[in-house]
């Protein structure tokens, strides 16, 4: 059918499902996993809080689920990273695809996992003080698409990410600056900033170097939620408004959760500890 959007064709990636990167993340970050009972080997949709910049969690986490539940996660990504060839042909290449209900649709009639974050860019690019925090706004698209499919959905969080940099200007400090007046005239305020939204922030890790300090990770996954019962009444948003709210009620516990479990955890090793004061 003309113009329609087709789901990138794409065969599962052999075990171990690693590359050196990933590597040098699990030996910085040591991440621990909890609760991981709650997988199953069977589709879903797993919904999370978006950690800064959004790029030092996902990984691991992945990862783990394919190489030890035999869970792929095929992520649903902002549009704007499909724009240069080179990210687009990576994305795709790892199992990526555009966000849309169309693809995500296809995707589940295929029964792929999938993962997402209803915070999206604006989650990513936090503000000072906005750590751990869930941005969702009124979003009900994953909840819909969820229900109508009857696709379970499982929350889990993220923690450790969110305090590997230290934000030293946020989207709030750049837009009072004088010299960005004149971008919020153009495409790129308006789509790749989403009106200034998206600003990420300036932030340093290690002293005040980009080397993100190495903070332990922990991913803590919950009891999934069954969708089946709104699966007719996708149209009523005050039912949808109820299932994501449900969602992020989850999803909250785990953060609290995972913030409970880091502080019972053994102490880091002394040179992580220093790395961390720095």
């Known amino acids: 059918m003309r113009g329609m959007m087709l789901l990138p064709d794409f065969d599962l990636p052999p ?32 919904v999370g809080n978006h950690t800064l ?19 792929f996660l095929r992520m649903m990504v902002n549009r704007l990273y499909f724009d ?17 209900r169309e693809l995500c649709q296809q995707a589940m009639e295929q029964g792929d996992s999938l993962l997402l974050f209803p915070g999206g860019g604006r ?65 790129i305020w308006t789509k790749f900033l989403n009106h200034g939204d998206e600003i990420p922030p300036l932030s340093r890790g290690v002293g005040l170097s980009p080397v993100p300090r190495p903070e332990p990770f922990f991913f803590i996954f919950g009891e999934s939620i069954d969708t089946s019962a709104y699966q007719n009444k996708t149209d009523d948003d005050e039912a949808m408004f109820e299932l994501r709210d449900q969602v992020e009620s989850a999803v909250q516990d785990l953060i609290d959760r995972g913030k409970a479990i880091r502080n019972e955890a053994p102490r880091p090793k002394y040179w992580r500890r220093l790395l961390n004061r720095l």
């Open 15 to 46: 075990k171990p499902y690693t590359s050196g990167l990933t590597k040098l993340q699990e030996f910085w970050f040591q991440p621990s996993f909890h609760g991981l009972e709650h997988i199953r080997q069977r589709p879903a949709m797993y």
């Open 53 to 71: 910049y959004g790029m030092l969690d996902v990984p691991l986490m992945r990862a783990k689920l394919y190489n030890d539940h035999d869970v």
């Open 84 to 100: 240069a060839p080179y990210l687009k042909n990576k994305i795709e290449a790892d199992g990526g695809f555009v966000g849309t």
């Open 123 to 187: 989650e990513v690019a936090k503000r000072d003080g906005e750590a751990y925090q869930l941005i969702w706004k009124e979003r009900l698209g994953f909840v819909k698409m969820a229900a109508a499919h009857s696709y379970p959905i499982q929350p889990f969080a993220s923690i450790g990410a969110d305090d590997a940099y230290s934000i030293l200007m946020d989207a709030n400090d750049f837009q009072k600056m004088p010299l960005l007046k004149p971008l919020k005239n153009t495409k």
